[in-house]
């Protein structure tokens, strides 16, 4: 006896950025799966896939945002519903990966708790990983299951070129410490311009605060792009912007892939000498968290890509030319 079936594509979506999981969708051109996802009275996560999910390719969209631990938890609930009901192939797809800056020891007694997420996810049931710029790139290592490391570089760089006129000889793209240099010099690359860095000594004992800063690099009388992979305090962001104005630079931007903005971010932004701030739609960002400053870019048609090369078993980072590996 001989058997065709007929692959099956589902999308799902968890309670913390359904906007970009139905724009995800849409350049798909599937629908959002349904299912039912709610919580008990004493705050426990309950997951119910409305259809059959048996011998279907899953994608579980869920970006870790804030309530991060709800959303982590949320996701794997609904993988692990997944993987009970026999569903084939489950794919998590992860826009911004909680914990990331939680890569490796800093000091002694601490956890990795980015290689914490990565176990949970495998024990779950997810057998793929989709994620957008990670903090480090060896995150991908934690893994044992395949890992698409996505990159809203060239989204950032066609935006600067085509709306901004942002590139050429006399252009700086700036990283905001040495951590960023390697994404700062691809960014170089896109633009054709030329590179600096801004030395930054963190404080090890008090978290979000930086002891000194200071410009490696010809600034003076050049137009800058602060480039990171997230904002979060936008201390760093803010204090290199005043720093490279210091030094004569203007104007001045910045671009990162996602958009935190914790605490008083947006206020320090929107002070800052910086003429824009150029982000993703990796996380939501609340009304209040909005500024005159800001330009956000939706990252689905990216992701949407890379899930449909996923699904047709073909190569992810041909959408890239390559250049994914950030």
Not at 49 to 54: N, Q
Not at 117 to 130: E, I, M, Y
Not at 148 to 159: E, F, K, R, V
Not at 280 to 295: A, G
């Amino acid at each position: 006896m001989e058997i065709i079936t007929k692959k099956r594509m589902m999308v799902y979506s968890g309670t913390i950025h359904p906007t970009l999981a139905h724009e995800i969708a849409d350049n798909l051109g599937i629908p959002i799966s349904q299912g039912e996802l709610r919580r008990f009275a004493s705050g426990e996560i309950y997951f119910r896939a409305d259809e059959s999910v048996r011998g279907a390719d899953v994608f579980v969209v869920q970006t870790h945002y804030e309530p991060v631990n709800e959303a982590i938890m949320e996701q794997l609930v609904m993988i692990d519903a997944m993987k009970r009901a026999s569903a084939k192939r489950i794919t998590a797809v992860i826009p911004y990966y909680g914990y990331s800056r939680q890569d490796k020891k800093a000091l002694s007694r601490e956890p990795i708790s980015a290689k914490l997420v990565a176990d949970l996810l495998s024990t779950a049931g997810a057998d793929r990983v989709v994620s957008v710029d990670l903090h480090s790139g060896q995150i991908q290592g934690f893994f044992d299951a395949p890992f698409d490391h996505l990159t809203a570089l060239p989204l950032l760089c066609g935006y600067m070129k085509e709306q901004m006129g942002l590139s050429g000889d006399e252009l700086v793209v700036v990283a905001p410490d040495a951590g960023r240099i390697k994404t700062a010099e691809k960014l170089r690359e896109y633009l054709h311009a030329d590179l600096a860095f801004l030395y930054k000594r963190r404080s090890r004992r008090q978290a979000h605060k930086i002891d000194e800063m200071a410009v490696v690099g010809e600034v003076e009388g050049r137009p800058c792009v602060l480039v990171d992979d997230m904002i979060d305090t936008a201390g760093t962001v803010s204090k290199g912007a005043h720093t490279l104005a210091q030094q004569g630079a203007g104007p001045i931007y910045a671009a990162a892939t996602h958009a935190i903005f914790s605490g008083k971010a947006a206020q320090l932004l929107e002070e800052a000498p910086i003429e824009q701030v150029l982000v993703t739609n990796t996380v939501p960002i609340p009304e209040d968290r909005q500024f005159s400053k800001l330009r956000v870019l939706s990252i689905a048609p990216l992701i949407a890509s890379a899930l449909r090369a996923v699904f047709e078993d073909s190569s992810v980072s041909e959408i890239f030319g390559g250049d994914n590996q950030v």
